[in-house]
């Protein structure tokens, strides 16, 4: 038997200011299965400053049988100071810098993974955005793998330090779209990615949205390129009848994705689902 009890809670100590907690026990008849899990957090906003903390832990023998747990033994510290500004010019509506920096430890100490991130957002008023992060971090592999089947990686510390770039028009246009670049270091070797998405909005009741990402993998061991290329379809037939679809094609695995999803509300809160799905 595993019985599983807890106190969640949240506090709004101030307009600006939230924290939330939670602990929670795991009770199992038999050797382990008796451990705890505990958060805390406060978020500190306002208009022109930010400010956030959250630490985490759950301990080894934590044990959710009707639930479940990501990852056990595991201790973790985030925080980010948030500084924003409201310029006059170039139709800026808002700009962000944001400092960020997270540690992750297992319970009884040993180093899991770290970075250090520090990131600029400039938004418009016209709803388009733009995003530069600068990370720089560190990631610990306690078991040796294989990357996409064919490259193994060793156990070992590894460099997680990049960049990444996004830029992104708004939807409210009938064409809009995102660019996202990608690179940095990656299990002793470097990863580059890119991303290009495109929102097509032809009626009000038709939007498509088609998207290509590639990534060029570089290891010791060797490479690889993986592409994605996907759509996603929203057809609303009615107001009471709506269709979405996602399709996927990895060219690396050779595999096809494909969910289709009819909506027909019969009445508020009353809804009829029909799904198909395969892999």
């Known amino acids: 038997a595993n019985t599983v009890a807890g106190v969640d809670t949240r506090f709004f100590l101030h307009p600006t200011l939230v924290t939330e907690a939670f602990v929670a026990r795991s009770f199992t008849e038999g050797a382990g299965g008796e451990g705890g899990a505990y958060r805390l957090n406060a978020n500190f906003t306002t208009d022109l400053w930010g400010l956030f903390f959250n630490g985490f832990q759950i301990d080894e023998q934590m044990n959710a049988a009707s639930g ?55 938004n418009f008023n016209s709803g388009d955005n733009f995003n530069l992060s600068m990370d720089r971090g560190r990631s610990q592999v306690d078991d040796a793998f294989t990357l996409a089947d064919t490259l193994p990686v060793p156990a070992g510390e590894y460099s997680t330090n990049q960049w990444s770039l996004r830029m992104g028009a708004t939807d409210a246009r009938a064409v809009a779209g995102s660019l996202n670049i990608r690179q940095g270091d990656f299990f002793g070797g470097t990863i580059r990615s890119w991303e290009g998405r495109v929102s097509l909005t ?59 999803r009819f909506n027909f509300i019969h009445r508020p809160g009353s809804d009829l689902f029909l799904v198909f799905s395969e892999n």
Do not use: C, H
């Open 68 to 122: 479940f747990v990501n990852r056990s033994g595991v201790r973790e510290v985030r925080g980010s100071l948030r500084k924003s500004f409201r310029p006059t010019f170039l139709n800026l509506r808002k700009v962000d810098l944001r400092l960020s920096a997270e540690r992750v430890t297992t319970t009884d100490g040993r180093f899991q993974d770290s970075q250090y991130s520090l990131n600029f957002s400039p």
């Open 202 to 260: 032809p009626s009000p009741k038709l939007s498509l949205q088609p998207a290509f990402e590639r990534s060029k993998v570089s290891l010791p061991s060797g490479s690889f390129t993986a592409d994605i290329t996907s759509l996603r379809l929203t057809w609303a037939l009615s107001p009471l009848m709506t269709t979405n679809a996602f399709i996927q094609y990895n060219g690396l695995t050779d595999r096809v994705i494909t969910n289709v």
